[in-house]
């Protein structure tokens, strides 16, 4: 284990709720013990000595004027009236709900080389908090209480957390909601926490540039798959191969919306089953990115690898913070990384779903029109797609040509300019023909003896 002091830490405890069938103390006095505790609990978090600003504040004895220093669910400090109210739900609520406290600690200059503490309280009420009881399995934040203060009056600032039930909010594996038996916050749920908490508070300082070009990097990629860009990169593919398993990809997506009874305007690549024709569905679309991204001189290959380096930038950074704290590092199941990662390759798959099935559809419509049959085959929209591209350049050589024959036939009377072509070739042959015949005496030179 590191030696390095952590940035954050954070230890908890715990009481069983008085009805629980694991709560053993028999003892004549523990519920009116637990009533006591209540009070004092709150009493202790709401302490305004206990939250100091600065030096001059400490020795002044100045406070941050709040009468009372406890943070609610909505950001709020609590009230004297407040206080009375909490004492009261939570003597109600640990009948049957376990009591949940923590306190987090900090190094001195970590918080306020980043982050205010005011910034921090808002961010610990409305999101650190709700992430970090939806994690532990809580299902609705609002069947939840919780209260928190931060004190500040010793060497390592501090924030004193507590959390109960207010109903049965517990969902378990089987999907039915109960209290929440287990006491203990496993390691697993105290790192999701210390995450938070650390995103947070760094989140200025070096989280948001990081993630700020990442999405400007994704948005840049995207910007290649957008249907209302001049440079949607699908397209102005003209591979026929690709237009080949573009127009492939869009048969058998027909095919599946039909099955489906699917009439909707778009596609959404994940929504698609994996059955035997969605298997080769998916199959297709990941070739046909694949290709795309295969060339190592495209802006594409580019891109994607700005945003490469990008997440694993973030990684880094998720894999130092883990270091900072002694944490065992997960980085294969960051969430934050596999969730951008997700995000791009189900934004080009749905790109490419989308315009396959259009360029299909739309084909079909130019072969229909010309035979005005209705049994169409991808042979036969190869073969239109094929011919239409040869036509596009077939029509804007000849349109130049013929302009330029015209313009030399009408505008100048000499055949040089009227025949353009027929001259070069004639003069190239006299000049070959003049070159034959100088080499030609300079290799009989070296048969002359004589000289």
Not at 142 to 154: L, P
């Amino acid at each position: 284990m590191s030696k390095k002091s952590p940035n954050v830490i954070f230890k908890s405890k715990y009481c069983l709720a008085l009805s629980s069938i694991d709560n053993k103390n028999k003892s004549s006095n523990y519920k009116e013990d637990r009533l006591k505790d209540v009070d004092d609990m709150v009493d202790y978090f709401s302490n305004v000595k206990k939250k100091v600003v600065g030096m001059f504040e400490y020795y002044m004895g100045h406070t941050r004027g709040e009468s009372v220093n406890l943070v609610l669910e909505n950001g709020n400090y609590a009230t004297k009236q407040d206080v009375k109210k909490i004492k009261n739900d939570y003597k109600k609520y640990i009948e049957k709900s376990n009591l949940w406290k923590g306190i987090i600690s900090f190094k001195p200059e970590y918080i306020s080389e980043n982050i205010s503490i005011k910034d921090l309280e808002q961010k610990m009420a409305k999101e650190i908090m709700p992430q970090f009881l939806k994690y532990c399995g809580f299902k609705d934040i609002k069947n939840m209480s919780y209260v928190f203060s931060i004190h500040t009056n010793k060497k390592h600032p501090h924030i004193h957390i507590a959390f109960i039930e207010k109903k049965p909010n517990y969902l378990y594996c089987d999907n039915k909601v109960n209290y929440r038996r287990k006491g203990k916050i496993t390691i697993d749920e105290q790192r999701y926490l210390k995450r938070l908490i650390e995103l947070t508070i760094e989140r200025e300082k070096y989280y948001n540039p990081m993630l700020k070009k990442t999405n400007e990097d994704i948005d840049y990629l995207k910007s290649y798959f957008d249907p209302n860009e001049k440079n949607f990169i699908l397209k102005n593919a003209n591979e026929i191969f690709v237009e080949e398993k573009i127009l492939k990809l869009g048969e058998l997506l027909k095919e599946y919306r039909s099955l489906n009874n699917q009439n909707s305007k778009k596609i959404k690549y994940n929504s698609i089953k994996n059955n035997d024709l969605g298997k080769e569905i998916k199959l297709l679309t990941k070739d046909i990115k694949k290709y795309l991204f295969n060339d190592e001189t495209s802006i594409l290959y580019s891109s994607k690898k700005d945003i490469e380096k990008d997440l694993d930038s973030l990684n880094q950074y998720f894999e130092k913070l883990d270091n900072d704290n002694n944490i065992k590092s997960n980085i294969s199941g960051n969430s934050i990384v596999n969730k951008k990662e997700e995000y791009i390759d189900n934004y080009i798959y749905n790109s490419i779903v989308n315009h396959s099935l259009y360029k299909y559809e739309k084909v079909s419509m130019i072969v229909k029109s010309k035979t005005h049959s209705d049994k169409i085959t991808i042979e036969d929209l190869i073969q239109e797609i094929a011919y239409q591209n040869n036509l596009k350049e077939v029509k804007q050589n000849n349109q130049q040509i013929r302009k330029k024959v015209l313009d030399n036939y009408f505008k100048n009377g000499n055949t040089i300019n009227m025949f353009p072509s027929k001259y070069k070739m004639e003069k190239a042959i006299k000049n070959i023909n003049y070159e034959m015949e100088k080499a030609s005496q300079e290799f009989s030179k070296l048969f002359d003896y004589e000289k």
